[in-house]
Structures are given as structure tokens and as C-alpha cells.
Nanobody, 116 residues
């Protein structure tokens, strides 16, 4: 069973940085997508950043140039470095993977709050 555990969320002032990390375990099938969706209160969930099959990185337009997604295969971790944070980045951030069968797994989420 896939287990994803996020860490690193918290409260930060606008303009500051924050780094999220996702520790993955129990992955036995080939992963063809992994990333960081987020959900703000009262808004639909949106993909912030991710790796597609073939290791192509994708970013939401709202975070391009500010956020960087990275992967450490040796440690089975996926990080999201967030710089120049804005109040509109406030949301619950999730770690997400999908395997080649289309089976999705989610972490429990970590709250990021950016104060103005």
C-alpha cells in the first residue's frame, strides 16, 4: 500500500520561502505522474507542480518562477521549494502519485498559510 507523508507546512509572511517534502513508501508499480496539488478554502483543487512520465516538469502559471519541484529517488522523497510566497498561495498542499494503472494515492495534506 502506498503511503505518502507530507511535511514542512506552516505559517510564513508574504515574500518568504517554505519547503514542503513528501516521503513515499510502499510504491510497487511504475509511477507515471507525481506532483503537488493544493486546495484553498472554497476553491477547487489545482495542480501546482508535477512530474509527468518521462520526468517532464510542469507548473501552474501562478507559481512559475517561484516554485521548484524536485525528486530524490535515493530517498524516495519529492520536495516543493516555494519562494516569494503570496497570500493567495494559502492552501492545503497534497502529495499525489498515480501509477501506470491509473491508481491514485494522496497524502494527508499540509497547511500552508501566507500572511500579508
Amino acid at each position: 500500500q502506498v503511503k505518502l507523508v507530507e511535511s514542512g507546512g506552516g505559517l510564513v509572511q508574504a515574500g518568504g520561502p517554505l519547503r514542503l517534502s513528501c516521503a513515499a513508501s510502499g510504491i510497487t508499480f511504475r509511477i507515471n505522474f507525481m506532483g503537488w496539488p493544493r486546495q484553498a478554502a472554497g476553491k477547487p483543487r489545482e495542480l501546482v507542480a508535477g512530474f509527468t512520465d518521462g520526468d517532464t516538469t510542469i507548473y501552474a502559471d501562478s507559481v512559475k518562477g517561484r516554485f521548484t519541484i524536485s525528486l530524490d529517488n535515493a530517498k524516495n522523497t519529492m520536495d516543493l521549494q516555494m519562494n516569494s510566497l503570496r497570500p493567495e498561495d494559502t492552501a492545503v498542499y497534497f502529495c499525489y502519485v498515480r501509477d501506470w494503472r491509473g491508481v491514485s494515492s494522496w497524502g494527508q495534506g499540509t497547511q500552508v498559510t501566507v500572511s500579508s
